[in-house]
């Protein structure tokens, strides 16, 4: 250990670089899962094209995908918001669609019958309840983007993964362990409080 | 755009087809490795709670690591080269695999094994005959989620001197070379993509439709 306690501010500015990454990622890709889950939701057709769409850039590998981005867009910050919002979309449309569709139908022909509107059903019944399952998603997602957000350095993303670049390019292991293992703690924190809020979600319901 | 890219591949076929080669055959035998290893494992830690707790925490710990890492992780201890990748590719490609095949082995039905015991089969038997084939759709699933786990992950050995196709990005990206950073862009998606399809209809043929219950997240 003879780098990192000489650079703890580049360090921490890496970390922000890559906790703004993921937030923003993951916050835009919340907001539009949340409009396709809702309508994939209603629609089994619209869904399985969204599932199937989503699932396919899922499997893309994480560079190929920033590759394929920079004739569109270029390097920095952009395309990595870009390739990081699509990888989340997969796995938070389905928890937000399946998180809708386990609601017992006893549960809205009720609010029906006490004359909730769609709209005011949706916001004031649908969603609290599908809640947890649409935290779950957004754990998941989050954990995922964590990782890959490692990769976008590559495209002047910044980030963590600048550390370990630079660790491969100097063979300098600290700089490597250093970058990973931040990384790993990132989305070790950011899975254990979000797995603390969903279970406190489903305990509030079931009292 | 893409028609430089094609191009470019085409003119610098004998390049592509090496690199398209030591794609493969990084992945195939990192999968191989990955298989003889954790399916193995899983069945032994299925005969102990401690081991079984032990293991799963290492796999779900070994998980929060990013690719990046234990790519990169590999090149000061084991150099550059095939092996490295490889080795670090297995690292990757192990906690799907255990993780699905125990749990697999675990849900099989305690009555079934009873009845097995019953029959006078040896444990052998049991895991050969009953286990194993029943658990069969949950390792396939794993093995499946694997090896786009390696594919995704061999795209990143070109940082550390693995070869393959990430090395036409790398190179393109780092002189802004757009047909060459798509000629290997393109045909790694597209091999996701093939793979990730061909394992899936070999899944919904095998097992009926594909459990997507069984699948561990990337």
Not at chain 1, 64 to 81: C, D, E, M, S
Request: glycine share 10%.
């Amino acid at each position: 250990m003879r780098w990192a306690p000489r650079h703890i501010p580049d360090i921490l500015a890496a970390l922000g670089q890559h906790l703004f990454l993921v937030f923003v990622s993951v916050s835009i890709a919340f907001v539009i899962a949340l409009v396709l889950g809702i309508w994939g939701a209603r629609r089994p057709a619209v869904y399985s094209v969204i599932i199937t769409l989503t699932g396919a850039i899922f499997v893309v590998p994480s560079l190929a995908l920033f590759a394929l981005l920079i004739p569109l867009i270029g390097l920095g910050t952009k395309p990595a918001v870009v390739g990081l919002v699509s990888y989340c979309l997969l796995t938070l449309v389905r928890n937000v669609a399946t998180g809708l569709r386990g609601i017992p139908p006893d549960v809205l022909d009720a609010a029906d019958g006490m004359g909730y509107g769609p709209w005011r059903r949706l916001i004031d019944i649908e969603l609290p309840l599908a809640l947890p399952q649409i935290i779950a998603g957004v754990r998941i997602a989050t954990v995922t983007v964590i990782g890959i957000a490692t990769v976008a350095a590559y495209i002047n993303a910044g980030g963590l993964g600048t550390i370990i670049f630079a660790g491969i390019d100097q063979r300098y292991p600290e700089k490597i362990i250093i970058g990973g293992l931040l990384t790993s703690l990132l989305a070790i924190v950011a899975d254990f409080v979000l797995t603390r809020i969903e279970r406190r979600l489903r305990a509030d319901r079931i009292a | 755009m893409l028609l430089d890219a094609l191009m470019w591949t085409i003119g610098n076929w004998k390049t592509m087809q090496s690199a398209i080669e030591r794609h493969l055959l990084m992945s195939g035998i990192s999968l191989a490795i990955a298989f003889l290893i954790g399916v193995p494992l899983a069945i032994a830690i299925t005969r102990s709670r401690i081991a079984a707790a032990i293991a799963i925490n290492v796999v779900n710990s070994l998980r929060a690591i990013p690719s990046l890492a234990i790519l990169a992780a590999a090149l000061p201890v084991l150099g550059i080269g095939l092996w490295p990748s490889v080795i670090a590719l297995v690292v990757l490609a192990l906690p799907p695999i255990l993780l699905n095949t125990y749990v697999g082995l675990r849900e099989v039905d305690a009555d079934i094994l009873e009845a097995a015991t019953g029959m006078g089969m040896t444990r052998g038997q049991i895991l050969r005959r009953v286990q194993i084939p029943l658990a069969a759709p949950a390792m396939f699933a794993g093995m499946r989620t694997a090896a786009i786990q390696v594919i995704s992950g061999a795209v990143l050995a070109s940082f550390i001197g693995g070869g393959g196709l990430g090395d036409f990005v790398t190179a393109g990206i780092a002189i802004m070379d757009v047909p060459r950073l798509l000629a290997g862009a393109v045909p790694i998606a597209l091999l996701a993509l093939g793979v990730e399809a061909g394992l899936g209809l070999m899944e919904r043929r095998f097992f009926g439709a594909a459990d997507e219950g069984n699948r561990t997240t990337q």
